[in-house]
Nanobody
Framework: QVQLVESGGGLVQAGGSLRLSCSAS????????MGWYRQAPGKQRELVAT???????NYADSVKGRFTISRDNAKNTVYLQMNSLKPEDTAVYYC???????????WGQGTQVTVTS
């Protein structure tokens, strides 16, 4: 079992920045990668960014150059630095962990990010 707890969401004006944090606990050794997904009202959940245990990263085209995913292995924490935020970034952001079978099997409770124009 892996427990994921997100923090750092909030309300920000367009052009502003936020940093999300995701703290993992439990069976950390079973994690192959961690990532951030988001779901806007009326839309499907979509991948935002991922980072492997070795530090390889991947980003959705819509956030490349604006968002940065990073990790602190000593703290078992993953971060998502979000800069130049746009109203279309408004969504509930979820942290998730991927197991060695490439399944995203554990999810956090989500944190709301609202960007006003």
């Amino acid at each position: 079992q892996v427990q994921l707890v997100e923090s750092g969401g909030g309300l920000v004006q367009a052009g502003g920045s936020l940093r999300l944090s995701c703290s993992a606990s439990g069976s950390i050794s079973s994690i192959n990668a961690m990532g951030w997904y988001r779901q806007a009202p009326g839309k499907q959940r979509e991948l935002v960014a991922t980072i492997t245990m070795r530090g390889s990263t991947n980003y959705a085209d819509s956030v490349k150059g604006r968002f940065t995913i990073s990790r602190d292995n000593a703290k078992n924490t993953v971060y998502l630095q979000m800069n130049s935020l746009k109203p279309e970034d408004t969504a509930v952001y979820y942290c998730a962990s991927e197991n060695r079978y490439r399944l995203w099997d554990y999810w956090g409770q989500g944190t709301q990010v609202t960007v006003t124009s």
